[in-house]
């Protein structure tokens, strides 16, 4: 089967389909992407699938631990979140790429509203999934479109910049400066750097790619010119040759943990080490719904009080990047995604994820690019994934204890600085520098609360929308009768705005002038722009002239007729308005409130 086809099949079946019974084989393989791959699965695809699970492995594991300590949990809080959504995206994604786990901006926020206390953030992922859901089942995907492309690139921008204060706060403070004096470092007193006592990759060793165009072309795998699985047709069946840079990540953090090692041997540790990790599964229980301290019980109003303004931060940042990166990945590698089913498997992921303590997850950009460059083919490789980390907490864990906080620091530092597309500046600044300000404020914002630089920049993108909803432009023709007709719809932010266009061009003129208003483009108003026209109607019957609509679409012009505006008259050209204007015999409107209900009228309003 071509890559195309099947991508159509899996991918796009889910938002284009007609409408079907919510029991029929459609809707349930629009609800269950699965069954449109499954049945077509391959040894080959198998192949391709465990390599790149095997590679994202790889890459979570470490990561997982350095984002636990910017959340400010204990480590084994970033294992217990990184393998649910593995295995939920596997039923429910609709993206082959999209990894779900912890994210270095979802752990920025956890920190702030949890407290660092895990009860608050396995709690904090419990409501934020039951958001998502029902966001899902209310099909508000679509609100993401509110704030615009520059809001969302500059989202991870903050997060990427090493000098960000957060992460200075919790993961990247790479030395203990206040213990590391010269009596117990001899390198500080002038034999050298501490800086060269850990291993750092360097940019070019980084297991990720940027998030940007020409990035993601290089991430495209085979799988564009298979013709069908397992083809001889095929050139290329293997993985790209970068397939083995996620491997790097664990090697780094292997080696400066046996750096550690060693040094605990000699009886000096230079480093700050990652400590005791809880050893095994997590247990399967409900999420906490209230927690015991020493001054007595915190009851569940309380905690959400407490989690604040968290409950909305939290599930929209995960709809938003989550959803950013499966269309980023779908647009580059020729598929259609449905962004509802991926609201519902995340929403789904941070629910049951509450359930083996998990904090809250989204999409990850950088492992996302991880699974693309490593040729994976469909949302199987994250079984592999899933498993690896499960291997890691029930073996392993006791081997994270010499890991250097210094290490996890690096890993996070090359996860999320090539995120930053420091181009967009320019590109912006080329096409359209209104749309900086969105840009701008989101990272400036988020150097001193990283919340209020998500907040104040989709603020800012509905402000803009907004704007641009309240003033609509209009095209005004002169002549012996006024035309004026909206660029765009009408709706109410911009009644007044018409309102104030109109008064002044045609009545505040001496003398008052008919005018005919143009609704070509007008396919929907809502009933305060019925009442707004309405007291123009007024209004110009006042002044002894007419006001006149040309163009009505069908839904625009049943409102209107419902609403038994007086004086409303309506024509099917501008021509026959203009002729009617100027008094012109044998024309006549198709309606006013005195004529006796036309049969037309009576369909429109039956329609």
């Known amino acids: 089967m071509p890559s195309s086809v099947l991508g159509q ?42 390599i790149a699970g095997l590679s994202v492995g790889l890459t979570v594991v470490p990561q997982a631990l350095a984002y636990a ?127 060269t006592s850990f291993p750092a990759p360097s940019l070019k060793a980084s297991p990720l790619l940027p998030l940007s165009p020409s990035a993601l072309d290089r991430s495209r795998t085979c799988w564009d010119c298979r013709t069908s699985p397992g083809s001889s047709s095929c050139k290329c069946t293997t993985p790209s040759s970068g397939s083995g840079r996620p491997a790097r990540s664990a090697l780094v953090v292997s080696f400066a943990a046996l750096v550690a090692y060693s040094f605990e041997v000699t009886g ?25 301290t020493a001054n007595g019980t915190i009851s569940f109003t309380e905690m959400v009080q407490d989690m604040g303004a968290g409950l909305a931060v939290v599930p929209l940042m995960g709809l938003l990047e989550s959803i950013a990166v499966a269309k980023a990945f779908a647009s580059q590698n020729n598929y259609r995604i449905n962004a509802n089913q991926e609201l519902l498997a995340i929403g789904l992921t941070n629910v049951l994820g509450s359930l083996v303590s998990s904090y809250p997850v989204t999409g990850s950009f950088g492992r996302t690019a991880v699974n693309a460059q490593s040729g994976v083919c469909t949302p199987a490789g994250g079984l592999v994934t899933g498993v690896l980390v499960l291997l890691s907490l029930d073996y392993l864990t006791s081997l994270f204890y010499y890991i250097p906080k210094s290490a996890l620091a690096a890993v996070i530092i090359m996860a999320v600085a090539p995120l930053f597309d420091t181009k967009i500046f320019g590109t912006l600044w080329r096409v359209k520098r209104l749309d900086l300000l969105p840009l701008c404020v989101t990272f400036l914002l988020s150097f001193w609360e990283m919340q209020y630089g998500i907040l104040a920049g989709a603020l800012v993108s509905l402000l803009m929308l907004l704007h641009s909803a309240a003033r609509p432009e209009t095209k005004v023709s002169e002549g012996p009768v006024l035309v004026l007709q909206p660029a765009s719809g009408l709706h109410f932010p911009a009644v007044e705005a018409l309102q104030e266009e109109i008064l002044s061009r045609a009545l505040e003129v001496s003398p008052p002038r008919c005018l005919v208003l143009e609704c070509t483009h007008v396919c929907s108003i809502d009933y305060t722009v019925v009442l707004g026209l309405g007291e123009l109607l007024e209004d110009f019957h006042r002044q002894g002239v007419a006001l ?60």
């Open 268 to 292: 000096y540790q230079p480093f700050i080490l990652t400590g005791e990790t809880a050893e095994g599964l997590p247990p399967v229980r409900t999420p906490p719904f209230s927690m015991t």
């Open 9 to 50: 099949a899996r991918f796009s079946s889910p938002g284009m389909a007609p409408n079907t019974c919510c029991c029929s084989p459609a809707a349930v393989q629009r609800r269950l992407p699965i069954l449109a791959w499954l049945p077509n699965y391959s040894l080959q695809w198998l192949k391709m699938d465990f």
């Open 69 to 195: 300590e910017v959340a400010g949990l204990p480590p084994q809080y970033g294992l217990y979140s990184a393998f649910m959504g593995c295995f939920v995206y596997f039923f429910l994604g609709t993206s082959r790429d999209v990894t779900l786990g912890p994210t270095a901006i979802m752990s920025l926020l956890v920190s702030f509203y949890t407290f660092h206390e895990p009860a608050y953030a396995v709690l904090l992922a419990f409501l934020s999934g039951c958001i998502q859901l029902v966001m899902g089942v209310l099909h508000l995907d679509s609100q993401a479109g509110c704030v615009t492309h520059p809001f969302l690139a500059v989202v991870s921008a903050p997060q990427s910049h090493p000098s960000h204060p957060s992460q200075l706060t919790h993961a990247l403070i790479l030395w203990d400066w206040v213990e590391l004096g010269p009596a117990r470092c001899p390198l500080l007193a002038g034999q050298g750097s501490c800086w």
């Open 548 to 607: 006149a609509f040309v163009g009505l679409q069908v839904p625009v012009l049943r409102v209107l007729l419902s609403a038994d505006l007086k004086g409303f008259q309506y024509f099917s050209t501008l021509e026959e308005a203009e002729k009617y204007l100027r008094q012109e015999p044998g024309t006549q409107p198709y309606n006013t409130r005195e004529d006796s209900t036309p049969e037309h009228k009576i369909a429109l309003l039956q329609a």
